[in-house]
Antibody, heavy 118, light 108 residues
Framework: EVQLLESGGGLVQPGGSLRLSCAASGFTLRTSAMTWVRQAPGKGLEWVSG????????HYADSVKGRFTISRDNWKNTLYLQMTSLRVEDTAVYFC???????????WGHGTLVTVSS | EIVLTQSPGTLSLSPGERATLSCRAS???????LGWYQQKSGQAPRLLIYDASRRATGIPDRFTGSGSGSDFTLTISRLEPEDFAVYYC?????????FGGGTKVEIK
């Protein structure tokens, strides 16, 4: 069974940094494209970033480009999202998700809450 | 960026009724790369439909996806109590990947 478990969320001041982790089990992380999606309180879903199965390609939403970095450690079966220069509008629950063959999101973690506030 | 517009914003129906949810794209969605997700309060989204009309593993056949080009529909043939939730469409054919704003299906 595919399981994804996010961690690393918390309260951070504007301008601060945070690294989110997503521990994967039940499948081979290194052969799967992965993504991060966020959801601001009471709002809809927003795609944030994705990484290809071969690690050669990463994509970012314009809203986070230059501030967030997606990466993974296949030995630890863990996906990461390094977030810097955080803004109040980055406040959201961040979900990691596994991508299916055509880049739809077929498995999701339960999310970790990031709150950016002074 | 492809903008997805979902309608209606809220659908008030009774169990056993049929639900029809619409998702309209600002431009044609490549290769019918359109998915539907269900999200219940406090939970992660769950994939229902991918490639416009293919049911994900374990999804009951009362959920049907249809459409092509820029117009897509999710139909729930007979609403069960567990189907009351928010539904999102998503296109994954063109970067950036985008979601619609969601349709809430609530109990009338």
């Amino acid at each position: 069974e595919v399981q994804l478990l996010e961690s690393g969320g918390g309260l951070v001041q504007p301008g601060g940094s945070l690294r989110l982790s997503c521990a994967a089990s039940g499948f081979t992380l290194r052969t799967s494209a992965m993504t991060w999606v966020r959801q601001a309180p009471g709002k809809g879903l927003e795609w944030v970033s994705g990484i290809s199965d071969d690690d050669f390609t990463t994509h970012y939403a314009d809203s986070v480009k230059g501030r967030f970095t997606i990466s993974r450690d296949n030995w630890k079966n863990t996906l990461y999202l390094q977030m810097t220069s955080l803004r109040v509008e980055d406040t959201a629950v961040y979900f990691c998700a596994k991508e299916g063959p055509n880049n739809y999101f077929d498995s999701w973690g339960h999310g970790t809450l990031v709150t950016v506030s002074s | 960026e492809i903008v997805l517009t979902q309608s209606p914003g809220t659908l008030s129906l009774s169990p056993g009724e049929r639900a029809t949810l619409s998702c309209r794209a600002s431009q044609s969605v490549s290769s019918r790369y359109l998915g539907w997700y269900q999200q219940k309060s406090g939970q992660a989204p769950r994939l229902l439909i991918y490639d416009a009309s293919r049911r994900a593993t374990g999804i009951p056949d009362r959920f049907t996806g249809s459409g092509s080009g820029s117009d897509f529909t999710l139909t729930i043939s007979r609403l069960e109590p567990e189907d009351f939730a928010v539904y999102y469409c998503q296109q994954y054919g063109t970067s950036p990947l985008t979601f619609g704003g969601g349709t809430k299906v609530e109990i009338k």
